[in-house]
């Protein structure tokens, strides 16, 4: 039978050469079967012998790889125009600064609901098309209480996971007093029911440790999860806070000292790590190891935005995860799956066991390995979301 018939009943995934399953009681799994029933993981077990349920379709995956669906927990998709310019002078020397962030709230605010939804659309369609089944969108590039509220329904559209990122940066003309105020305000109470997170960049030239802390406090006073952008151009107050208030991440934490790594460990706050913001503002790259020895929570995402970091890829982000931040392949795939759902504290996504959603990707390729083996190659060969095949 054929994968792309309708759905219904139990399908069996058979011949699966390494299952990856990110369930740390049995990771890994040669030779391994998996049945999907109502959008579920329904069994897992040895792909030969007596054992295997019946199933209304079989889908041979040929010895071929089979991982979770990657989550990707941090992405910024609502937005408009373009900073190939800005990305073309950073190679020539040029400095990234979050002044960019400028540029594209201007084209943002001019652009249409159905631009704005057209282009997150695409992206989102990218992902899945690179093994992406769960993905965390952000407001961000509105910066006005109509364009963050329009922002959050546009990405409500394409995910359950929103994050109200009215404090990104400051806008021009706004003093930053009465932008804090209109954040934890007005633009929360128009923000809220549109979003499952609050976040903020705390970063020098965006918002200080007071004003962070004070913005994430209102957030989680809405009701809202808390996450942080903190230690990307510098180290700063970010991961204290985050620990502090119980935030579900850190993103970014290139830039940390040895306190806030044991905070961190402390804590249980997931640090998300974004390679491709170092790949596209050619910065250093954080050490994964440093983390991964004090017993910190990794996650990796793809920052996808179109200022520091406009990859849709997961499989890059793991490939840079390996060759630049001393990750171990398992190390970067289990980042890329258990660690994104473990930063969203979702326990449906990110892994293949029995009950969880039957997000999964065969890749061409014997095993998860060749994800960094082999960088820049398309690996993805079949998509499945919720137990139907969307790629
Ligand atoms: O995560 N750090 C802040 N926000 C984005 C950058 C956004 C931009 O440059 O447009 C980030 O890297
Ligand atoms: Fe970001």
Redesign the pocket.
């Known amino acids: 039978m054929t994968s792309d018939e309708p759905a219904g009943g139990a399908t069996l995934f058979e011949d699966i050469g390494l299952l990856f399953t990110a369930d740390p009681e049995h990771e890994e799994i040669a030779d391994a079967a998996l049945i999907v029933e109502d959008g579920v993981v329904a069994w897992i077990g040895p792909s030969s012998g007596p054992g295997v349920p019946a199933a209304d379709r079989r889908i041979g995956v040929e010895g071929r790889a089979v991982i979770p669906g990657f989550v990707d927990s ?1 992405a ?1 998709l609502v ?1 408009a125009g373009d ?1 190939t310019a800005e990305f073309a002078a950073r190679m020539e020397g040029l400095p ?1 600064s ?1 002044g ?2 400028r ?2 709230v201007a084209a943002t605010r001019e652009a249409a609901d159905a631009a704005l939804a057209a282009n997150a659309g695409a992206l989102v369609a990218e992902m899945l098309a690179q093994g992406t089944t769960t993905v965390e969108i952000k407001s ?2 509105g910066l006005t209480v109509e364009d963050e509220r329009r922002s959050l329904e546009i990405a409500g559209r394409f995910t359950a996971e929103t994050t109200y ?1 009215g404090a ?2 400051v806008p021009p003309g706004v003093g930053a007093d009465d932008y804090v105020s209109l954040v934890t305000g007005p633009m929360l109470e128009a923000c809220a029911p549109y979003a499952r997170w609050v976040d903020v ?1 705390c ?1 020098r030239g ?1 918002f200080d440790g007071d004003q962070s802390r004070e913005i994430l406090a209102a957030g989680i006073g809405a009701g809202l999860g808390a996450r942080i ?1 903190a230690g ?2 510098g180290e700063g107050p970010g991961v204290r806070i985050a620990c502090e208030l119980g935030a579900a991440s850190a ?2 934490c290139t830039h940390l000292t040895d306190a806030d790594v044991a905070a961190l460990a402390d804590s249980g706050v997931v640090a998300t790590l ?1 390679p491709g ?1 170092e790949f596209s ?1 050619r910065s250093p790259y954080p050490d994964a190891r440093r983390l991964l020895g004090a017993g910190v929570s990794v996650a990796l995402a793809t ?1 996808c ?5 406009f990859t849709s890829s997961m499989p890059f982000c793991v490939a840079l995860a390996v060759r630049e931040m001393r990750m171990s392949p398992k190390e970067a795939v289990r980042a890329a799956t258990a660690g994104g759902a473990r930063a969203l504290r979702r326990t449906d996504v990110g892994v293949l066991r029995v009950g969880a959603r039957a997000d999964l990707v065969i890749l061409s390729a014997p095993s998860y390995v060749h994800l960094a083996y082999r960088p820049g190659v398309p690996l993805v060969d079949q998509v499945w979301k919720d137990g139907a095949r969307v790629v």
């Open positions: 941090h910024h937005f900073r990234y979050a960019g962030i540029t594209t961000g590039y990122l990104h940066v960049f970063e965006a952008h990307q151009l993103d970014h974004l913001a503002t920052d935005n179109p200022g520091s970091s």
